[in-house]
């Protein structure tokens, strides 16, 4: 099982805060890329999941639609792209609840798949699944098992669908997948790290996993996106490494894998037989 998503925000909407004033001043590029990756997606007949800020559904209806009407999955991505760690429980409702109205109201669906920023639901922040729970979603896909300078759950187990058990709620995970690279686990299909690695080891990597859950945005693939001077080189290195072959090596990668999107991966897994991971004690 192979599933395709996109976290649907600007270019930048990044791991580094940006103040929100100033986010309108910048050039929008969300809709440089997308209906390229639309028209592509079509030509292979994949729908994907596109995880979507309540920001961009209200400035940018049309983007929403345009991705709705194409068949995909609309999800949530939060509000405004803050994370999970940076809000209170009480905080993260109130931007919940804000991005699914906007979103719904554009889309007139109910939402219900759910990803954090920058993964970021860990130990400290899994209060969060029964705030998810309340407000309808029934699968997270927030889950980085293992380490990450933002976010990370290496204390999760393995990188497979399961059922998450904390405090009576029973929520449907969907986390990112890894493989094991010099001993460590690594995640490899999405954003930075599908830029980082060369196509020929995602690809070996991709034929030995029997799950694999991916994560792009539409700047992975632009490679004229203006470049923010103050980020540190490391930040620079993981934001801007490699933008200019993303696009080819995604188009190989859409080309030698099947393909499907969160709704459909969820209608086919046994839950029933899926491993509970309980949260109550850790
Ligand atoms: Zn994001």
Redesign the pocket.
């Known amino acids: 099982m192979n599933i395709l998503t996109f ?1 649907v ?1 600007e270019w930048y ?2 791991d580094i805060y940006s103040p929100e004033d100033k986010w309108l001043s910048y050039p929008p590029r969300i809709n440089l890329y997308l209906p390229k990756v639309l028209d592509l997606l079509d030509e292979k007949g994949i729908r994907a999941t596109f ?1 979507c800020l309540g920001w961009i559904a209200r400035t940018y209806p049309g983007v929403l639609k345009q991705i709705h009407e194409r068949g995909h999955e609309i999800a949530c ?1 939060t509000d405004k ?1 803050l994370f999970v760690n940076q809000m209170t429980p009480e905080f993260f409702s109130r931007d919940l609840k804000c991005a699914l109205a906007s979103i719904e109201d554009v889309i007139g669906e109910k939402v219900r798949s759910f990803r954090a ?2 993964f970021s639901i860990n130990e400290q922040t899994k209060w969060a699944f029964e705030i998810l729970a309340e407000n309808g979603i029934e699968t997270d896909c927030s889950i980085f098992p293992t380490t990450r300078s933002f976010g990370g759950f290496p204390s999760f187990g393995k990188a497979e669908p399961c059922r998450i058990d904390y405090r009576g709620v029973r929520i449907q995970e969907l986390p990112i997948h890894t493989a094991s690279i010099l001993g460590k686990e690594m995640v490899y299909c999405g954003g930075g790290y599908f830029r980082l690695f060369p196509y020929w080891l995602i690809r070996y990597f991709l034929r030995n996993a029997d799950y694999a859950m991916t994560y792009f ?1 539409m700047r992975d693939f632009d490679h004229e996106q203006p470049r923010f001077d103050y980020l540190s080189l490391m930040r620079k290195f993981k934001s801007y490494y490699g933008l200019k072959h993303s696009y080819g090596k995604f188009l190989r990668l859409l080309n030698d894998f099947e393909w499907e999107n969160v709704h459909t991966a969820v209608t086919k897994i046994n839950w029933e037989k899926a491993r509970i991971v309980n949260l109550n004690g850790k």
């Open positions: 976290d925000e909407h990044f995880f991505h792209h920023p920058a945005h």
